[in-house]
């Protein structure tokens, strides 16, 4: 691939069989192939990899590790290791019917309601539960986690892949960030369908995206390695979008608008979900979601898109749709505090200006002039307009701003809080409370009657990354499950 600029090889190197490629320095690295990567890299990360065994490294730099090595120099190591992974892996990805799922807001729902609609088209064809990797949770037929990246690196990716394959399984379903897009994290995978779901403001700094053209560049990277693409008709940039499209074998738009291949109509909201008509040339028929958010009904429409394009009989679609619950989004919860006023909970993923906002519109629709009080925080060294903007956000629409612990990584969390309280405004009361627990319970046991109180940024995530570590925690739904189990 033209990538190096210089190499060494010792005596019976082409010999070896390289079973293992990593850059985990823990990782097995007998026969192994060490690929020297990221800002944190220390070159005692390489020495401790060569004792383990590898038999190699790879890097954009040389490296003085006091001992003949092989080593293989790289002009750009990231897409080295794209090219390494569909070597080693023989791009395993071919055997699976891939989907991608792009957006700035609605990729883990939309991702949650394709998954269950092929899980129940699998389960009536005997088959095995489809593949997920999504900012939730990590499902490959082997591995089930927690996840703590939107899109695994390259080679996870190609291990999930792998090990789907080797369970049979026919379907996997994957968000795809636009951090995976530019640092080539999908590079040279095919989907079968891509679907790109709407473009906002978001992940801006010095570490992910220069601006937005950055950013909406690296999303569109999709649309050119995608067979089939669905495309949200609503959204400004649509046109853009469509004419990179004209590359690929089809195109399904969906929408609101009357020239959307698949069209939404009739949305009714009730506190159990929402109901809505959608037509296309080929059906004409009424869909229910079981979660709350109107915001969700454009969801479901790409997932409706997505699966109409995968030939999946819309009998599965409807009960996939209305049957999925997705972890942490829009989760409602009820109960009493000790002075016995009853008090609305909803915890949500929800945290960026774009599901910031659906979110706050949502919560209006359906609980009035009820007050509101949101408890969030930013995560470090990253997105570093969302605490102007989430702040601003935050003091227009809510009565009580708690700022919190959310990822704070390598800054520290008070700091974190108070940059985001300077963009809250005078109409919403501010304070910060560190302790995401006891910022939780706090606001719980200070609310008023029928108040409600939304949790965002974390759902049911059990870590928060302090430092470079991930730190184990209660999630923000087992504290209020808790609270509540032990109030009432």
């Not at 055997?95 to 957006?103: A, M, S, Y």
């Not at 109409?308 to 109960?335: D, H």
Request: with cysteine; proline share 1%.
């Amino acid at each position: 691939k033209n990538l190096v600029i210089d190499y060494h090889l010792e005596e019976g190197f082409p010999e070896i069989k390289v079973k293992n490629i990593s850059y985990n320095s823990k990782d097995d690295m007998s026969s192994g192939i060490f690929i020297c990567k990221g800002a944190h890299f220390k070159q005692e990360y390489l020495k401790e990899a060569l004792d383990r065994g590898a038999v190699c490294y790879i890097s954009e730099s040389k490296y003085d590790v006091g001992l003949k090595h092989s080593f293989i120099i790289v002009k750009d190591i990231r897409e080295s290791m794209a090219v390494l992974a569909l070597k080693f892996y023989d791009k395993v990805w071919e055997k699976l019917e891939l989907i991608g799922i792009t957006g700035t807001k609605g990729k883990s729902t939309t991702t949650f309601f394709v998954k269950r609609i092929l899980d129940e088209f699998a389960k009536a064809q005997g088959g095995k539960e489809s593949a997920v990797l999504s900012s939730i949770e990590n499902y490959d037929g082997i591995i089930r986690e927690e996840s703590h990246l939107t899109t695994p690196e390259t080679l996870e990716l190609h291990r999930h892949f792998y090990n789907a394959v080797n369970s049979e399984i026919k379907f996997l379903t994957m968000e795809v960030s636009s951090q995976a897009l530019k640092y080539k994290r999908t590079m040279g995978i095919t989907f079968d369908v891509g679907a790109f779901l709407n473009i906002g403001i978001d992940h801006i700094s010095d570490v992910e995206h220069e601006d937005f053209e950055d950013y909406f560049e690296s999303k569109l990277k999709l649309i050119g390695q995608s067979k089939t693409v669905c495309i949200n008709r609503d959204i400004e940039e649509f046109d853009k979008v469509l004419e990179l499209s004209k590359g690929a074998e089809k195109t399904v738009t969906f929408g609101f608008e009357k020239d959307a291949d698949i069209m939404a109509y009739n949305v009714v909201y009730s506190d159990t979900g929402i109901t809505f008509m959608a037509s296309s040339d080929t059906f004409d028929e009424e869909f229910e979601i079981g979660i709350p958010g109107y915001f969700n009904v454009e969801n479901a429409l790409c997932a409706i898109a997505v699966c109409s394009s995968l030939n999946i009989p819309l009998e599965y679609i409807k009960k996939g749709l209305a049957e999925a619950k997705v972890s942490g989004r829009m989760e409602p919860f009820s109960g009493k505090n000790s002075l016995g006023k009853e008090v609305n909970v909803l915890v949500d993923y929800a945290h960026n200006k774009l599901s910031f906002e659906a979110l706050f519109e949502s919560v209006k629709k359906q609980y009035g002039n009820k007050k509101i009080t949101i408890i969030f925080g930013c995560p470090g060294k990253k997105a570093q307009g969302r605490r102007s903007e989430l702040g601003s956000i935050a003091g227009i629409y809510a009565d009580r701003v708690i700022l919190t612990e959310e990822d704070p990584g390598e800054e520290d969390v008070y700091e974190i809080c108070s940059e985001i309280a300077k963009y809250v405004g005078k109409k919403a009361l501010c304070n910060i409370q560190t302790d995401r627990k006891k910022a939780i319970i706090d606001a719980i046991e200070s609310a008023g009657n029928g108040d409600v109180i939304l949790i965002t940024g974390k759902g049911r995530e059990t870590r928060q990354k302090r430092g470079m570590e991930y730190v184990s925690c209660q999630s923000d739904v087992d504290i209020v499950i808790e609270f509540f189990g032990r109030s009432n």
